[in-house]
């Protein structure tokens, strides 16, 4: 639809979501009904691409979490301290309005996402995710996701490459 490079910033109240269709109703249902929720609760970040018109283009959520060390494929874990688990910074959620879609938003909003936690002054081994299926896991590794060995759709990437 539309060429124009997007404006990527935390969501807020102003924004409007009831025209978000990425064609996942949990995805257009979360950004609807619940994001603001967790962003008061502070149990999430959200930040949105808006188009010069303001129109939510996609999003992506943050959030702080831990993978047990033993998860980890054992080259890595090999490398890291003893501790019981490592910290992560989890996207939750990351979804393209159809209308945007084919343009590359998806991979901007995830290097944006992986630019916002490697540069974090609060620290994190990795950013991981959760992929809802085969063809999301093949994105993430399309980007040097890697998955961990017991759990093929959850996947993650060392910040340090980020950098």
Do not use: W
């Not at 619940?34 to 502070?42: K, P």
């Amino acid at each position: 639809m539309s060429g124009a490079p997007f404006l990527i910033a935390a969501l807020d109240a102003a924004h409007d979501r009831s025209t978000f269709d990425s064609g996942t109703p949990a995805l257009d249902r979360y950004l609807r009904e619940q994001v603001t929720q967790d962003i008061r609760r502070r149990v999430a970040a959200c930040f949105a691409a808006l188009t010069n018109e303001q129109r939510i283009a996609g999003y992506y959520t943050l959030a702080t979490a831990s993978v047990p060390l033993g998860d980890l494929p054992v080259g890595i874990s090999r490398k890291l301290p003893r501790y019981p688990a490592v910290p992560t910074i989890r996207m939750g959620r990351l979804a393209v309005d159809q209308a945007f879609k084919g343009q590359g938003l998806g991979s901007a909003l995830l290097a944006n996402a992986l630019r916002r936690a490697a540069s974090s002054e609060i620290v994190a081994f990795a950013m991981i995710v959760d992929a809802k299926d085969d063809e999301a896991a093949a994105f993430y590794r399309h980007h040097g996701f890697i998955a961990l060995p017991d759990s093929p759709l959850t996947l993650f990437l060392p910040l340090s490459t980020v950098r």
